[in-house]
């Protein structure tokens, strides 16, 4: 039988692994996976760098916060959030009240190698060389960290580039997911 139960959020810097550890958590729970990234490129025909061309992330920000709005009330659904969506105003509001929200925390020098190996399809970073992406991630990080910081559960995130690690972390977050829907999300469990 078919029981609806609101969604697993994950957020957190770009290029942590919140898409490979979504897609498998996603199996695990038998439910579906959304990239609000790729929703975005769906829904506009349009792909990330082309909806940020001219470093102007105005437009790309406001159909990623209405993306936001629309999938968060998706039941049976693993959401990895793209790595600013969290950080509008109001947002984390949305999500806290929607869903279970994890976030996929790493320190800085990490996040910065990580999204140096990852950065071809991130238009903010493409162009960077390592120097600039350690600035870029110090800046941003400081800005975004107590958004991020009001998730439900905080993940240490550093093993998250080891298959095996990513399956015993989706196990964890699994378990954590329903004893967190059974606590606040009372009924719905
Ligand atoms: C961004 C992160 C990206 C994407 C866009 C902007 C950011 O998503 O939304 O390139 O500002 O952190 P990922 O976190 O999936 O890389």
Same mark, same amino acid.
């Given at each position: 039988m078919y029981e609806p139960h609101p969604p697993l959020i994950l957020i957190g810097f770009m290029?942590? &692994?919140?898409?490979?550890?979504g897609r498998l958590l996603a199996k695990k729970l038998n439910y579906e996976f959304i990239d609000t990234d790729l929703w975005i490129e769906n829904k506009y025909h349009k792909s990330i760098p082309e909806l940020m061309q001219g470093g102007d992330e105005t437009d790309f920000r406001k159909k990623e916060r209405f993306v936001l709005e629309e999938v /968060? #009330?998706?039941?049976n659904a693993v959401i990895?959030? !793209? &790595?600013?969506?969290? #950080?509008?105003? !109001? /947002?984390?509001?949305?999500?806290?009240s929607a869903g279970v929200v994890f976030y996929l925390q790493l320190d800085n020098e990490l996040l910065a190698e990580r999204v140096y190996k990852y950065r071809a399809r991130r238009p903010s970073v493409a162009k960077l060389d390592p120097e600039a992406i350690r600035t870029f991630v110090q800046e941003?990080?400081?800005e975004r960290a107590p958004y991020y910081e009001r998730a439900h559960r905080i993940v240490d995130a550093k093993d998250l580039d080891n298959k095996e690690m990513i399956y015993k972390c989706a196990e964890?977050?699994?378990?954590?997911?329903?004893?967190?829907?059974?606590q606040q999300f009372n009924g719905k469990e």
């Open positions: 290029a942590v &692994g919140k898409s490979s550890l /968060a #009330c998706i039941e990895a959030t !793209g &790595g600013g969506a969290p #950080c509008s105003p !109001g /947002a984390m509001d949305i999500l806290l941003k990080m400081h964890e977050l699994a378990e954590q997911y329903h004893a967190i829907l059974r």
